[in-house]
């Protein structure tokens, strides 16, 4: 089930409908929903994008373009709240990946009325050469959030170098994941529990769901998650 397309709902009705919906799938249908609508995430099946890797994928991801809506904004905040509390999770501080993670990071850490960090991916090369910015007492428990997963890689960084400035880790928040496999690897061996508000799968089920792709290219997007480095080659789209 869906929310109807209407006139826009204020903050605390729009989290109310959502809180009656199935709670595995309440913040990811509306998530979804804004992302595609405001271009945070684009799908092109047909005309896959050029990521920085050199690959041709079918996706690109932006949350900054969430960040213009204060309803949007929440959304999210309230999301990572509602896994906090559904899984029981201990936070004393909550910590943001510089950059991208660093917004939704205070707008959780606001709603909660926590402290707040920002981890660096390298300490500064000045002053006092920090990597951690803000107060980090010993065994602190912190939770860690990132705007977005793909392979792990910066988000485990975070979570090394607060766990090595004494702090304790035990999950990770992220808006959006690929899903991919080599992440979910990397945080089990890290020890860390990796939790998403959306991932790929859940995003072209919802996209064909609501007509946003054709059945022709819902199979494209599904092949390029089952391989997604060989996908763009494999489809005739590598350069």
């Not at 690959?55 to 969430?66: Q, S, W």
């Not at 061996?189 to 059945?215: D, M, P, Y």
Request: with cysteine; proline share 4%.
């Amino acid at each position: 089930m869906t929310l109807p397309f209407q006139a826009p709902l204020t903050k605390v009705s729009l989290i109310n409908k959502l809180t009656r919906k199935a709670p595995y799938m309440k913040f990811s249908e509306e998530i979804a929903k804004i992302s595609l609508k405001t271009g945070a995430i684009r799908l092109e099946a047909e005309t896959p994008f050029l990521w920085a890797s050199g690959y041709r994928m079918p996706i690109y991801n932006d949350n900054r373009l969430l960040l213009g809506n204060a309803k949007h904004r929440l959304l999210i905040a309230e999301g990572f709240k509602d896994v906090i509390k559904s899984k029981k999770v201990n936070v004393d501080v909550i910590a943001g990946t510089a950059t991208a993670g660093i917004p939704p990071a205070t707008s959780l850490a606001n709603l909660l009325e926590t402290p707040l960090i920002y981890v660096r991916t390298h300490p500064k090369e000045h002053g006092m050469k920090n990597q951690i910015e803000g107060i980090l007492r010993q065994n602190q428990n912190v939770v860690v959030v990132e705007d977005l997963i793909s392979t792990g890689g910066s988000a485990l960084k975070a979570v090394a170098a607060i766990r090595e400035a004494g702090g304790k880790v035990d999950h990770c928040l992220s808006i959006f994941s690929y899903g991919f496999s080599k992440a979910t690897e990397q945080f089990k061996n890290a020890r860390c529990q990796l939790h998403h508000l959306l991932n790929f799968e859940e995003l072209i089920l919802l996209a064909k769901k609501n007509k946003g792709v054709s059945t022709e290219q819902f199979s494209l997007l599904k092949s390029w998650h089952s391989d997604p480095f060989n996908w763009g080659s494999k489809n005739g789209f590598a350069d």
